[in-house]
């Protein structure tokens, strides 16, 4: 009988709470790779923060703060290829900058506009996902139409560890292994789906070792430690690239804030808990720990670069803030190629009440 | 008798049914340790225990897929589907499997399970949390399907739908969670599936629809009251559909305009005007008008007052229906 207490399962852990790690290890990073993931993270972290006072002055609509994810974000998307394709789900903000969403296009969504699902052209970005799971699907067939074609983008999926108990992860899993697709599937075990907590969600001890059911390859890795989720990702992105088939990647982490800003967390997490992460874990300080120790950053560098990403986000807003307000004529445009005769007749009447409202 | 929520009357039905009958169970994502995203299941996690609230893995088909089989066995599960628009997740085995289990046994099996989700629009919610989807269900024979559009409803509807022998889709509209209070008694009771409720009575114009509009009909019925006498019907539940309420209804006014927020094209405002044509036609004097959500999927927060009913489109609606 096979039992998954046989099976030895160590996570890829680079750089510890201090900022220390194996010389070594630590060597074959650039200033330029440190500086550039550090820089990532703490524009997503301040950008987040923004976000979350902006939705409770009433400025956008329901957000879901990803703070304390960044390492994971932010360490698996700058191993890609621009060219790469992302599937996120609603968590994956800081992903998507980083792989080149303007943070505009962020606010037309988080504002609910129609253009909110809208990527621009050129960016191989899927729109955000709000149904659990379904994205791996998504991901699953890009990849596969990529190998059909004889290409070298992989895709990458981004869900939680809620999100692998849906019936379309698992059937990713299979058809991604079955046709040996170049698909990175990138779990963000952030300990909790809403108010569920992994131990309801799953028997198994971890979420990596569902690969070995499908008959792929598996890895658990520090999703705090942005170098280890780097170094990860870079591996089986190349992997993947060079037709060796799909990967799980499992990253340990944790989200600080509520799920949304619909959520209470107090009812299902202590305090002691958040605090926990927060004061050992936080993905930030620990890089921030190592860019001190090799005198590549400081506290005058980190108040101007924070001063500069708050410049940004505020233009930004005002720039989406600007953009027209929509209209629901509008709508009717996306529903097909051509809308039907009997579709065209409900948009007209939409305009016809829109000028009935505006008193034209 | 007590000031209530519809959300209240729901946790209350809830609550009594698990106190009356220890088959009854709960079971569905956050439903437990957090009392459900909009707090239905508030305490029951700590009344009844973890034998009788289940957070569960989060995977819709298996909510409703296990709840078959624990109704098979002996069970009555009230299955939460966190919102509406994750029900497609669970579409064949509440569609393919709950819907058929009595007719492919013969009878030999029943699932007397109750799913209860909210849907509904104008509370700016993300994509796919707002639909009404009650029309993919209608088309699904074997499934009774309840819509309340208060908190008297609601627990007298849940009450039944619990007690019921039969697999009952429980539809809360989201926005009259917590909009107004009514009167509910404290003692628990039942008001039959497949009786409508007349809201209003009138001799001009019918008007029928179903929870999340209810509101928004009677609103404008009462503010239109000196110009058009009109009658509002409030279905409460589509299947069974309670034909003689409409019927009577339509003889007497002869118009009819059907309200839901649910797109137009085969929303189940169709099939009413369907059966009207079929055995009333020559009761009417006008044309029937539907005013609905319009043929497109649900769409963003900037934008989603427009494409739901409203008084405008619905005074228009009378309006023109007086003409003739
Ligand atoms: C199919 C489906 N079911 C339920 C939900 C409601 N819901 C939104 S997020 C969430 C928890 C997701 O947890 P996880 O996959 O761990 O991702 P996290 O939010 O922690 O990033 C749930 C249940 C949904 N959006 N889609
Ligand atoms: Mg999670």
Not at chain 1, 50 to 67: D, E, H, N, V
Not at chain 1, 176 to 186: E, S
Not at chain 1, 219 to 224: A, E, F, H
Not at chain 2, 215 to 220: E, G, N, Q
């Amino acid at each position: 009988m096979i039992d998954q207490n046989d099976l030895r399962i160590e996570m890829v852990h680079l750089l510890d709470e201090n900022g220390n790690g194996e010389e070594e290890t630590l060597h074959s990073f650039s200033d330029d790779v440190l500086i550039t993931l550090y820089q990532w993270m703490r524009k997503a972290r301040v950008i987040d923060e923004r976000l979350l006072k902006m939705q409770r002055q009433g400025r956008i609509g329901t957000y879901a703060p990803f703070s304390g994810q960044e390492a994971a974000q932010i360490g698996s998307v700058l191993a890609l290829d621009k060219d790469d394709w992302l599937f996120p789900s609603y968590r994956e903000m800081a992903a998507c900058l980083a792989h080149g969403m303007p943070l505009t296009q962020i606010f037309h969504y988080v504002r609910g506009h129609v253009l909110g699902g809208k990527t621009p052209a050129g960016l191989n970005i899927f729109p955000i996902q709000i149904i659990i799971g379904a994205q791996t699907l998504h991901a699953t067939g890009c990849a596969w139409a990529t190998k059909l074609k004889g290409e070298r983008h992989v895709s990458v999926c981004y869900f939680g560890d809620g999100a692998t108990s849906e019936g379309d992860f698992h059937e990713a899993l299979n058809f991604a292994a079955v046709y040996q697709v170049p698909v990175i599937f990138f779990c963000q075990n952030n300990h909790y789906a809403i108010s569920v907590p992994i131990q309801k969600q799953t028997a198994s001890r971890t979420i990596a070792q569902k690969a070995l059911a499908y008959g792929m390859k598996g890895v658990l890795v520090d999703g705090n430690d942005v170098l280890a989720v780097y170094q990860t990702m870079k591996e089986a992105v190349q992997m993947a690239r060079e037709g060796k088939g799909p990967v799980l990647i499992e990253a340990l982490t944790y989200r600080l804030g509520p799920h949304t800003t619909s959520d209470d967390p107090t009812k299902y997490r202590s305090e002691e808990e958040v605090e926990r992460w927060k004061r050992t874990k936080d993905p930030l300080h620990r890089l921030r720990k190592l860019l001190e120790k090799r005198n590549i950053w400081t506290d005058t560098q980190e108040e101007a670069f924070v001063a500069q990403v708050n410049d940004e986000v505020t233009k930004a807003y005002e720039e989406a803030a600007s953009v027209e307000a929509p209209s629901l004529a509008d709508i009717f445009r996306y529903v097909y190629d051509e809308p039907s005769p009997l579709l065209y007749e409900q948009q007209q009447e939409v305009i016809r009440r829109n000028r009935v409202k505006e008193g034209k | 008798m007590a000031e209530m929520t519809m959300i209240q009357a729901i946790h209350d039905a809830m609550r009594q049914e698990m106190e009356r009958d220890e088959r009854v169970i709960v079971l569905g994502e956050d439903v437990g340790k957090n009392g459900g995203v909009f707090r239905a299941t508030d305490g029951l996690f700590e009344q009844f225990g973890e034998a009788r609230v289940f957070d569960t893995p989060l995977a819709e088909s298996g909510i409703v897929g296990t709840s078959i089989g624990l109704a098979v066995n002996g069970f009555r599960p009230v299955a939460e589907i966190q919102f509406l628009g994750f029900v497609y997740q669970a579409m064949d085995q509440l569609a393919a499997q709950a819907a058929r289990l009595r007719f492919r046994s013969a009878g030999r099996f029943t699932c007397p399970l109750v799913v209860r989700s909210p849907y509904g629009g104008g509370v700016r919610t993300p994509e796919l949390h707002s639909d009404a989807l009650e029309g993919l269900f209608a088309h699904s024979l074997g499934l009774k399907i309840v819509m309340p559009s208060n908190a008297y409803d609601a627990k007298g509807l849940l009450i039944s739908a619990i007690r019921d022998e039969d697999p009952v889709l429980f539809l809360e509209p989201m926005k009259l969670y917590r909009t107004f209070r009514m009167e509910v008694p404290e003692e628990p009771y039942e008001i039959p599936l497949g009786k409508a409720r007349i809201v209003k009575e009138g001799e001009d114009v019918t008007v029928i629809s179903w929870g999340a509009s209810v509101p928004l009909v009677a609103k404008v019925a009462e503010e239109m009251k000196e110009k058009v006498d009109i009658e509002v019907i409030d279905l409460r539940s589509l299947q069974p559909l309670d034909w003689d309420t409409i019927y009577s209804s339509v003889s007497k006014t002869g118009r009819v305009i059907i309200v839901h927020e649910a797109v137009k094209t085969n929303g189940f405002g169709a099939e009413i005007a369907a059966l009207i044509s079929e055995r009333a036609l020559f009761s009417l004097s006008a044309p029937i008008v539907r005013i609905t959500g319009y043929d497109t999927p649900y769409p963003v927060p900037s934008v989603e007052d427009d494409w739901l009913p409203n008084a405008a489109r619905m005074i228009e609606g009378v309006q023109t229906l007086m003409r003739y």
